[in-house]
């Protein structure tokens, strides 16, 4: 079965400060791989997206995630966080055959410092 | 830009009443999802509806919920009976038949049982 792990349930960084998410996933075939982002109150964004190709793909708002597939990983980076970025991130993982169902990891709350 | 529109925002209901909630997907898009997210856990998928069907449900989707598309632009979700326990953020999302596309999501709409 998919399951998506996210080891940190919270993270604080500066305003300014470069930006890393963890994400390993547990899937046996090739993995169709998602971030999400959900503001306060909001829905949830799609942030990045990876299928095949390029291991290194680049998202909105500029966020970018690299796929391992040797360490089962799918990384969030940001260079530079904004205060904006505070959210709660989700990173899922879609089954290769129609990527239907979207299994989550329990999500990471980013906190910027001022 | 089409986005995923769900209403009410928040509902309040006693419990053992019958919910619907209501969600409009993206004009163009086959595949309907429900997915739901208890305060402070994971975001996890309820069920998916294809072709006037339900192609998958998770174990949580019991006999107690059901989903329906009553016309050519809404998809619903019905609770019979609701529980304390159902008391969550609800997301309808949609997406397009191909595989290599993600699936939008709603703003979702909270449901509180009292």
């Known amino acids: 079965a998919q399951s998506v792990t996210q080891p940190d349930i919270h993270i604080t960084v500066s305003e300014g400060a470069s930006l890393e998410l963890r994400c390993n996933y547990s899937?046996?075939?090739?993995?169709?791989l998602f971030w999400y982002v959900q503001s306060p109150g909001q829905g949830l964004q799609l942030l990045l997206k990876?299928?095949?190709?390029?291991?290194l793909v680049q998202g909105i708002k500029g966020f970018e995630a690299e796929f391992k597939r040797s360490q089962s990983s799918f990384n969030l980076r940001k260079p530079s966080v904004h205060w904006s970025d505070a959210a709660e991130y989700f990173c899922?993982?879609?089954?290769?055959?129609?990527?239907?169902?979207?299994?989550f990891g329990q999500g990471t709350r980013l906190t910027i410092n001022p | 830009e089409p986005e995923v529109t769900q209403t009410p925002s928040h509902q309040v209901t006693q419990m053992g009443q019958e919910v619907i909630l209501r969600c409009v997907p993206i004009s163009n898009h086959l595949y309907f999802y429900w997915y739901r997210q208890i305060l402070g856990q994971k975001v996890e998928f309820l069920v998916s509806?294809?072709?006037?069907?339900?192609?998958?449900k998770s174990e949580i989707f019991d006999d107690q919920f059901s989903v329906e598309r009553p016309d050519g632009s809404n998809f619903t979700l019905k609770i019979r009976s609701t529980k304390l326990e159902d008391s969550a953020m609800y997301f309808c999302?949609?997406?397009?038949?191909?595989?290599?596309?993600?699936?939008?999501f709603g703003q979702g709409t909270r449901l509180t049982v009292v």
């Open positions: 509806f294809y072709n006037n069907e339900i192609s998958e």
């Open positions: 999302a949609s997406s397009e038949v191909n595989i290599y596309t993600e699936a939008f």
């Open positions: 990876y299928f095949s190709g390029d291991t």
């Open positions: 899937y046996g075939a090739t993995p169709y």
């Open positions: 899922a993982v879609g089954a290769a055959q129609g990527a239907q169902k979207l299994v």
